[in-house]
């Protein structure tokens, strides 16, 4: 829902700092870059490079290049903090000490964590809400939805590359889309289906319009955040309003309503940008552990909110 807005933000203002920070506009960094490939990066040194370098890290991607940058870094910031310095950032990033083969461990453990609990809520939910519930399929649909969106998030704080970053974007856009979607069924959908037949079509060809322009035409940082503040916003506004109005004959609407809220108050962790704790741990880092009950609760409402309406849906039909 909201959150995923709150991470493209961060993200396009990452991309923006990425084709220079501070750290990487240094000379002795990029002199340290520099020598390092020439000596490591080509011939004998190239092979037995690859030949000494662990199996995960290869099959993670990562490069004689890569891990010049890598250690050329660290060394600008042990000068940065010698002579007195704040802790610069590099292509747009704090600088994370690497665990295995995890650029950000911290962010990528607790992406993996978002999705064990969207995966327990689904299995939970399924469980218990009969598929016979009007917003079953919608349901399970957004869980799926948001599952993927939570693999490619743990895989782009893995390894950050074009590829991960953009499938991040697109996964986490796709499911804001599917939180208006949910909340058109939920709101209007059930009364009037024709609607939401026009209106999936309609999100649909808005994704796919937004996807093909940033892959086919140019990945433009700017537009991809408007374009996702604004249905975020569209999004927040929408489930609230729906809140508000229902919270007093729908006494589960209060933990909608609540999720809502708490994405708003949470996403202020992500002005709190200072250099990783440990080199691992860092605001947005705090952020995704901090949404992980977050989705436990808005899965919860789902599953409430799908009982009740299997229950009026079936006092109706008794009636009829």
């Avoid at 370098?53 to 870094?73: H, N, R």
Wanted: net charge neutral.
């Amino acid at each position: 829902m909201a959150g995923q807005v709150v991470r493209l933000v961060l993200l396009a203002g990452a991309a923006v700092l990425a084709s220079g920070s501070q750290g990487d506009r240094e000379p002795v960094y990029r002199e340290c870059v520099l020598r390092c490939e020439e000596r490591n990066c080509s011939g004998g040194a190239l092979k037995h490079f690859r030949s000494s370098q662990p199996i995960y890290m290869s099959l993670t991607g990562w490069t004689c290049p890569d891990d010049c940058k890598y250690e050329c870094m660290w060394l600008t910031v042990g000068l940065y903090l010698q002579e007195g310095h704040k802790v610069p950032q590099f292509h747009g990033k704090w600088p994370f000490s690497r665990f295995l083969f995890f650029q950000e461990p911290a962010s990528a453990m607790a992406s993996f964590l978002n999705g064990m609990a969207s995966l327990m809520m689904l299995c939970r939910y399924r469980t218990s809400v009969p598929a016979s519930s009007p917003m079953y399929h919608t349901c399970v649909a957004f869980a799926w939805v948001s599952l993927n969106a939570w693999f490619w998030s743990t895989v782009f704080h893995t390894r950050d590359t074009d590829l991960t970053e953009k499938m991040d974007y697109f996964c986490a856009s796709t499911v804001i889309l599917h939180s208006i979607y949910l909340c058109c069924v939920r709101t209007v959908g059930l009364q009037h289906p024709a609607m939401v037949g026009a209106f999936r079509t309609l999100l649909l060809l808005l994704l796919t319009a937004h996807i093909s322009y940033l892959s086919l035409i140019h990945f433009d940082y700017g537009y991809n955040l408007v374009a996702n503040v604004a249905i975020g916003l569209v999004n927040m506004l929408w489930w609230l309003a729906w809140c508000l109005w229902n919270c007093r004959q729908l006494p589960h609407v209060h933990k909608c309503m609540v999720v809502v809220l708490l994405l708003q108050a949470l996403a202020l962790l992500e002005l709190l940008d200072f250099p990783p704790l440990f080199w691992v741990l860092d605001a947005h880092a705090i952020w995704h552990i901090s949404t992980i009950p977050v989705h436990v609760l808005f899965f919860s409402f789902l599953e409430d909110d799908s009982l009740y309406l299997l229950k009026e849906s079936e006092a109706k039909f008794k009636l009829d």
